[in-house]
């Protein structure tokens, strides 16, 4: 045992993680449960004097190289490429090692730490980019004029490093499971749903129909909008946009005219697409706290109960 009788040991305590350190994603380990194997620690380290277990245990586990993330330790990953999507939101491409590959699983996210004003904040995203794509991963994010990580994201420039941890969540899919897949989505809400869709629409033996109702603010705000006309020529799959504050369905393209409407998802709009899915339909939501719980409320209603309901 060492002499711990010139320990500062209330410097060597971990800090609490704030509530802007957690993403609010569920993730395992969340940041509180590392805070509080590293306090346990520190009390172990405290009762025996030895504060060199503090420093063994930081060298004990080196990261592997040859794994490209821990859902403990954040890694580095660089911007490879910025490209704007719409007003306030750009598509993040990060680089990884040639031939390399995340390997997650439909519908993971990760989390992202930056600081600010001295404050690290911690939020997650879902990589929009196709679990098996290899190089590279893609990220879709909104800017908000007030938020905590969006001024730290705004500084972000190609070849800068960004911290990442995970993969966390999911959402188990195989192929062929279920008959329809109806995602009901609003704003960048659309990410995970975009890694499911490609992968049904890249597996020719995946018969599964696709229904998509996207909620935006108008037609500018539609994100990866090349993309989703691309998969919208699939056999298929079919798009549903709703628009709050578009002003009128005859300033759109003839293309999305008959496929949108005006206003919000209404009890009535959501009857509708159900009773034209071609087969019973599993839903598949994500947006923000009060979306989800208004598309939850409204399904469930509809006579579909939370068996056939998964929320991001």
Not at 301 to 312: A, Y
Request: hydrophobic share 35%; proline share 5%; with cysteine.
């Amino acid at each position: 045992m060492c002499d711990s009788g010139d320990t500062d040991w209330l410097s060597l305590r971990p800090v609490e993680p704030c509530p802007d350190q957690c993403c609010g994603g569920g993730c395992s380990p969340c940041v509180y449960d590392l805070y509080q194997a590293e306090l346990e620690l520190w009390e172990k380290a405290k009762e025996r004097g030895d504060p060199q277990l503090l420093r063994r245990a930081n060298t004990e586990q080196p990261q592997n190289p040859s794994v490209l993330l821990s859902s403990e330790d954040f890694r580095e990953f660089t911007i490879f490429s910025v490209e704007q999507e719409t007003e306030d939101t750009s598509r993040y491409r990060f680089q990884l090692p040639p031939g390399a590959s995340l390997e997650l699983n439909l519908g993971q996210h990760l989390v992202v730490r930056g600081r600010v004003n001295g404050l690290d904040i911690q939020r997650a995203y879902t990589p929009i980019s196709s679990i098996n794509a290899k190089g590279y991963f893609d990220v879709l994010i909104k800017i908000y004029e007030h938020g905590l990580m969006s001024q730290y994201i705004r500084s972000w420039r190609e070849r800068d490093s960004v911290s990442w941890r995970g993969p966390f969540g999911g959402f188990p899919y195989k192929a062929n499971k279920f008959g329809e897949l109806l995602m009901l989505c609003s704003g960048t809400g659309l990410a995970p749903m975009i890694p499911i869709l490609t992968s049904v629409t890249d597996n020719e033996d995946d018969e599964t129909f696709i229904t998509l109702v996207f909620c935006c603010r108008t037609f500018k705000c539609i994100h990866m909008k090349s993309f989703l006309q691309e998969q919208a020529r699939f056999w298929n799959v079919r798009l549903f946009y709703v628009f709050s504050q578009e002003g009128s369905l005859q300033n759109l393209p003839m293309s999305y005219k008959e496929n949108s409407k005006i206003g919000r998802i209404n009890s009535t709009f959501l009857e509708m697409v159900l009773d034209t899915c071609r087969r019973k339909p599993y839903a598949l939501i994500c947006g923000s706290a009060s979306f989800t719980e208004d598309m939850v409320h409204m399904v469930n209603e509809l006579g579909h109960n939370n068996d056939s309901i998964f929320s991001f």
